[in-house]
């Protein structure tokens, strides 16, 4: 076959693929919907990675190695409310450890390095040119993360109950649907500040969260005084103690430690920020702008 | 299909695109210009993906920063590396459709069809961190097809393709311009922009140097200063009569004895004295070559004009 034969070949067969994808003007229109399954749908297959199952089975099984070896080792005096005080021992560990320190984990892996991730891996301009991708791509993202670490956060909880019910803490199961609730909220509102953070501060963002992380909903949240009802930590623990009936309203420190007002309260305030955070980190990833890199 | 009204981009104190002013009925076009010179920047500002600092962007008559659904009609293969882990070009390519709007099971049926169109149906369900360079820019050039666009933007489309890539990438280009369908290209390599499309946007400094057909761009080369190189057998005869004339710029002895090169700024006014030397037999010559037909001469020039190395008359770009 000659050159020119073979061009005209390559050029027919190019014709011809171009003829099959042309849509004739019948471009679907943009839907908020079908964006966010897509994007659901691929970071979901995103988290299937080994590395990524291996840290989810680790988050999940820390908890329940720590709280084997708490119960295991310390031994509480067997006195008429033993089997009480070793239940709120166990609630409280289970509270620090789950909505606390695991969902914080969780999203700073998830949550924070939204827009980062997407800057360092210089897929954001191929989304940004999308109409309404920005939106989508923040829901997506975000409901994988709290899907991710409330999923972590409750198989977490299920181990833990079971251990603890298996090392005489009979009433460990009593305090599993609060616990696997508390932790489905934590996520919720967690991943919201998280993603917020992660907007806000684009280039440093891990370095933010971390430090709002520990210092605000770590430290402040546990500081015994009105300032601490401004965390999620303080909501979180209030409507734990709400839902498992402990009542230390009596106790002079824990009406600043805990709760006053109503669990409705508390689920309202969190689901008033959640909206508040997600709504300013759409406003501010609407707005953003990053320099065109060219690599060559 | 795009107009730029005075056109400015800062940022901070870095002027990235400087008053482009510019109005681009619906066609193919080539931008060219060297690294850095606001190619890729340009492309931000018609995506709407950058705002201008001053004066504005219209994309089929609307601006793109503020009436996102007007996206729906470009395809865009940006210049950036594609740097994704975990996922496959089919799951990607799927991806950015259902971003475009189309549901998951259509979107997944028709990443197919464009992967295919791009020469990836075997390599479409490995992931694309373990891609070749021309492998990702088939992936990438998939994505920015894959909605079927009315006017697909390619930002150095060519790098990394191999000859092969390189010659299915430009006849797929040609058949998307014959088909009717608009383009923009943007690359710093000429020769490749030349087989597609016979109009040319030079950019440099961010500003626009020139604009129009090959044909139009030789026609500003004629009254620009240009190096020639004269075969002769009477070299030292022709730098005598050379030396007195106010339009050379410079006189060198070629690679041969008899040859010379020299740098002229108005080219028709040799190419009159040397046809009146030669029919008077002061001088023989046998052959003139100079680099006029080729766009990167002109395209050096018009940056040494913007540099100030060179001061024209006449010439207006």
Redesign the interface.
Known sequence: MSQDALHDADTLRAKQALDRLNLAGQRPSPSLWNSLQGVFSYELIRTFTPVRVALWLGMAFFPALLITATIYLTRLPKTDDFEYRYYLVFSALLFILLPQVITALCMLLWAVPIVNAELEGQTWIYSVIRPGARRSILLGKYLVAVLWTGSCTSLAALLCTFIAWFLGVSKAFDSLLAIVAVNWIAAIVYGALMITLGALFQRRSMVFAFAYAVGIEGAMGWVPAVINRFTISYRLRSLMMDWLNVDLKGSPDGVKFLWEESMWAHLFIMATATVVMLALTLWRIERSQHRFQSEY | MIQLNHTTLL?GTVI?VNDFHIELPAGAYALVGP??AG???L??LL?????PTLGNVRLYGVDPSRD??V??R?G?C??????????TAF??V???????????R??AARAD??L??VGMTEASHRPIHTFSLGMRQRCKLA?A?A??PDLLIL??PF?GLDPIGR??MS??L???VS?GKSLLLAS?VLHEVERITNSFMLIYGGRLLACGTSAELRHLLAGLPQEITIQTTTPSELAERLVVMPWLRSLNRGNSDQSLRISVERPLELYQNLAVWAQSGEVDIHQLSGSDGDISALFHLLVSKHRGEILMTGVSA
Do not use: C, F, M
């Open positions: 940022y990235g690294n850095g190619k890729s920047t492309i931000g995506t709407g993906a950058l705002r996102s659904t996206l729906q470009i865009l940006p210049a950036s590396e594609l740097l994704v882990h975990g996922v799951q990607w799927k991806l950015h459709l259902s971003l475009s709007g189309w549901p998951i259509r979107a069809e464009v295919d169109l994505q097809l909605n079927d930002d150095e790098n010659h299915d006849l797929l040609k058949q998307w088909a710093h």
